[in-house]
């Protein structure tokens, strides 16, 4: 598939749309108010790397670079961008990429109709990790062949340096990640911003809205302070509101040119947004968060007095403070302490330093560790500057910002909308932040020594430690450390499908070239780095469940089956006992992983409806030399009717551990499918019918002595996971920002079993 509508994408494509087309697929089919549009897919841009035979020149000089130094990263980025603006499109693909311009400008009604052309990598809006603006986006195109020119700028920027630079510090290999291209209709705003749904550096429940007049690329570049909005979403109570000086915007001026222009003088200091948009704003972020099941970051606007929602991607940076010093109500006493500039609390923490003032691009190198950057706004090309840097200050900017998501990301203290910090501050003079505060104070201070001093001194808040085990969910190896920091007590669900996508390859293209061995050595290499960094706690390990959409665009991938619903079709271990040999694969790779020493692995057979399908799984583990329940436990995801109604059956074939798989076992039991907006209301995992089936199956289990788990979306709200804990279960999974939420929950139901048990024997 080279080319598709909003609306037959969803958030599963990924692979085939990149994160910002997959989101903007998934809001136009939940019904959310967005611009028509089409995307260019990932696919489309493999077929143009390799039919004009660029990449390998590419890729030669990808590896000779060394991205610690900003100069040469940046030389570097620029012969790559060059080689794929100027290497002329194949006509068949442009041919594809004008037919579905014109067919977007008869929808719209207007010949040559104006749109923005946006970049959507295949990596980029995860909920593990944030690629905030490191492609880029071309605003007011007009006329099919500049939407050409377009789309390949656009693949061009997946090699930017501030891209090339994330990708090698966080280990995505530049050959695995691809970029779909959306081209969308441009919504002209009067007013426009970010909502984030909750509050992203508490995780409060409060919208924080930022808005400014004109296109929304002021606020998220952080070229403007923008007006900041604070209201409460359980009574839709406006808490705050902060009208800030708003000297410029972004407008398509009559040549159909996006200029950056003065803001009118009558319009700087006045407020954006009503009462009555404000509320509007809140109610779709709470619908658009109820969608995903989430918090999320989203971009709108309105015109003509109607809403736009153009983008929504998870928040990735709930829970986390900044890691260079300590919060302002500990160590020593930041009051005490003459403030020389003030501004927004952009990234939790306290950072010193000597400060570097930041003018242009070509100055980054002055920044060394341990240095404070001051610069009127961050751009993505300075990342790799930050990541040196103690702290961040800027003159611009509000807290959904790129420097503000960025350095909250990096756990960076960060100040942003000083309004005159670079003026204010000199060269070389010390200086230390308050990110939580947004305060700047003159002089470094002792935060080391005082952080010792503390901790020496401070009565150390014990640990919450429950019977019932609380692990969590890990979708992508990348992310393992960050859940591992949660103090989770092992991973209750380690997907594949990541480790399978991301390698760009069909599983079966692998076995069918005679490659098994680089389908098991890619494998290995993705499965140690989750058993390592949790040994010797517990990894459960789910066998491929992808549904067959999400193979398509993979190499090899072209004779994927077409189903009309995918998520009742060829997938989980009823496809793997149809295709043993992957099935075997993955097998052969953690066999390797058990002969290296990892016993800490447990396998997990999913979607599973008869007991056959595990004997027969089991069999195969054998044959390659995993002995089931001795070297790995063995277990089920109980994601059927079937396989909770026949758990008996199960339980005699051999299970070590079952894992409840809720979101669709849901869906399966109530025949209501959870991606259906036109159902949403229907579908409930606290419905009797799945609450009795979960009862029965913990029942069962406990009492022939199976673990029992749950690892669907249930697992990480706390007042179902109460229920559970009452029932019995040995464990719950929940997601990276939940874990602590889920630990306080089953230690309050725990106790409360404890005070009732106490209170019957009176």
Not at 197 to 203: A, E, K, W
Not at 377 to 400: L, N, Q, Y
Not at 501 to 526: A, R
Request: a negative charge; aromatic letters at 6%.
């Amino acid at each position: 598939m080279y080319v598709a509508k909003f609306e037959s994408i969803n958030k599963k494509d990924v692979g085939v749309a990149g994160g910002k087309g997959a989101n903007l697929g998934e809001l136009t089919q939940a019904g959310i108010p967005v611009p028509p549009g089409f995307i260019v897919t990932a696919e489309t841009y493999i077929k143009f790397m390799n039919d004009t035979g660029i990449s390998d020149k590419i890729m030669n000089i990808l590896n000779k670079i060394d991205i610690n130094k900003s100069k040469e990263l940046q030389n570097s980025a620029e012969k790559i961008k060059k080689i794929i603006v100027e290497t002329k499109i194949p006509e068949d693909i442009a041919a594809l990429i004008i037919e579905a311009y014109n067919e977007l400008c008869q929808r719209i009604g207007e010949e040559d109709a104006l749109v923005a052309v946006r970049s959507s990598a295949t990596a980029e809006d995860l909920p593990e990790a944030s690629f905030a603006g490191q492609q880029d986006t071309f605003l007011n195109i007009k006329g099919s062949e500049d939407v050409v020119k377009y789309v390949q700028k656009c693949w061009a920027s997946l090699f930017e340096a501030r891209a090339i630079f994330y990708r090698e510090e966080n280990n995505f290999e530049h050959s695995k990640v691809y970029i779909a291209v959306v081209v969308q209709e441009m919504v002209e705003a009067e007013k426009a911003g970010v909502m984030f749904t909750v509050n992203p550096s508490t995780g409060e429940n409060v919208a924080l809205i930022e808005a400014s007049w004109g296109l929304g690329e002021a606020v998220v570049s952080g070229s403007v302070t923008p007006d900041t909005y604070y209201v409460d979403k359980n009574n839709d109570k406006i808490e705050n509101v902060i009208v800030n000086n708003k000297k410029i915007m972004f407008k398509k001026i009559a040549s159909g040119e996006t200029v950056k222009i003065d803001v009118p003088e009558n319009l700087r200091k006045k407020r954006v947004l009503s009462e009555n948009e404000l509320l509007e704003l809140t109610n779709m972020g709470k619908r658009i968060q109820k969608h995903y099941d989430a918090p999320q970051d989203t971009e709108w606007a309105f015109h003509d007095n109607k809403l736009y929602m153009l983008q929504s991607r998870p928040i990735t940076t709930l829970g986390e403070n900044g890691t260079n010093g300590e919060d302002s109500e500990s160590g020593e006493s930041l009051e005490s302490r003459k403030v020389i500039v003030k501004g927004l609390g952009a990234s939790p923490g306290i950072a010193s330093g000597e400060v570097r003032i930041i003018h242009k691009i070509d100055e980054l190198d002055k920044i060394k560790k341990g240095d404070v950057m001051v610069t009127t706004m961050t751009t993505p090309d300075m990342v790799p500057a930050m990541k040196r840097s103690s702290g961040i200050i800027t003159d611009e900017g509000g807290v959904t910002c790129h420097a503000a998501i960025i350095s909250r990301e990096l756990g960076i203290p960060c100040v942003v909308g000083t309004g005159d910090a670079t003026e204010t501050l000199a060269e070389n003079t010390k200086v230390t932040l308050d990110g939580k505060k947004g305060l700047i104070y003159e002089g470094i201070f002792n935060i080391k020594e005082n952080k010792q001093e503390d901790k020496a001194n401070a009565t150390v808040e014990a640990p919450i430690i429950t019977v019932t085990q609380v692990k969590v969910n890990v979708s992508m190896p990348e992310a393992a450390k960050k859940a591992e920091a949660t103090g989770a007590d092992g991973v209750g669900l380690l997907r594949t499908e990541h480790m399978m996508l991301t390698s760009g390859v069909h599983p079966k293209k692998y076995i069918s070239d005679g490659k098994e061995d680089e389908l098991v050595k890619m494998l290995v290499e993705n499965i140690l780095k989750v058993v390592d960094v949790f040994y010797p706690k517990p990894v459960w390990y789910r066998t491929l469940d992808a549904p067959t959409d999400e193979f398509k665009t993979l190499d090899g991938g072209e004779n994927e089956p077409y189903e009309h619903n995918p998520m009742l079709g060829w997938r989980g271990i009823r496809r793997e006992l149809d295709e043993p040999e992957i099935l075997r694969a993955e097998f052969k790779a953690i066999k390797k992983l058990y002969e290296q020493g990892y016993s800490n692995i447990g396998i997990m057979i999913p979607l599973s409806q008869s007991p056959e399908e595990l004997k027969k799984a089991k069999e195969i583990a054998e044959e390659v030399g995993i002995r089931p329940h001795i070297d790995v436990d063995f277990g089920i995801m109980v994601e059927t009717p079937a396989a909770a109604l026949m758990i008996d059956d199960f339980i005699d074939v051999g299970l070590d551990f079952i894992s409840l798989g809720t979101n669709d076992l849901t869906q399966y039991t109530l025949a209501v499918d959870r991606n259906n907006e036109l159902v949403a209301s229907n579908y409930s995992e606290e419905h009797p019918a799945v609450l009795k089936l979960i009862e029965m199956v913990i029942n069962k289990c406990n009492e022939a002595g199976v673990n029992t788990s749950i690892c669907g979306q249930a697992g990480s709200k706390p007042h179902i996971v109460e229920k559970l804990v009452e029932i019995g279960i040995s464990s719950v999974s929940a997601n990276t920002d939940a874990v602590a939420d889920v630990r306080r929950a089953v230690a309050r139901s725990e106790q409360k079993l404890i005070l009732d048990a106490a209170r019957k024997q009176k």
